[in-house]
C-alpha cells in the first residue's frame, strides 16, 4: 500500500504535466493562461511537501496573485477575436 505522501505527490505530478501540456498546447490565451494557474499551485503542493513552505507560498502570492492576474486581464482587455485571425 502506497503512504498518502506517494499519493499526493503522483496526484500533483500528473496535474502540473497535464497543466502544462495544456500551456503549450492551447490555442485560447484565457485557457492557456488558466493551465498555467492550474500548473503553479500543482508546483506550489510539490515545494510544500518538500518543506519549502516559504518558496510555495512566494509562488503562490507572487506569480498567481500578481503575474497571472495582470496577463489575465491584459489579454482579455486585448479582446482577441479568433475568429478573424484564423481566416
Known amino acids: ?8 505527490f503522483y496526484v500533483f ?5 497535464v497543466a502544462g501540456f495544456g500551456v503549450i498546447t492551447s ?3 484565457v485557457r492557456a493562461i488558466l493551465s498555467l494557474v492550474v500548473a503553479f499551485f500543482a508546483s ?3 515545494w510544500m511537501m518538500i518543506q519549502a513552505e516559504f518558496l ?13 492576474t495582470l496577463f489575465l486581464f ?6 482577441i477575436d479568433l475568429s478573424q485571425t484564423q481566416q
Do not use: E
Open 74 to 79: 491584459v489579454v482579455m482587455i486585448l479582446n
Open 44 to 46: 506550489a503542493v510539490l
Open 13 to 17: 505530478a500528473l496535474t502540473l504535466l
Open 56 to 68: 510555495s507560498l512566494v509562488l503562490i502570492f507572487v506569480y498567481v496573485g500578481a503575474v497571472m
Open 1 to 8: 500500500m502506497f503512504p498518502i505522501y506517494q499519493v499526493v
Open 27 to 29: 490555442r485560447n490565451p
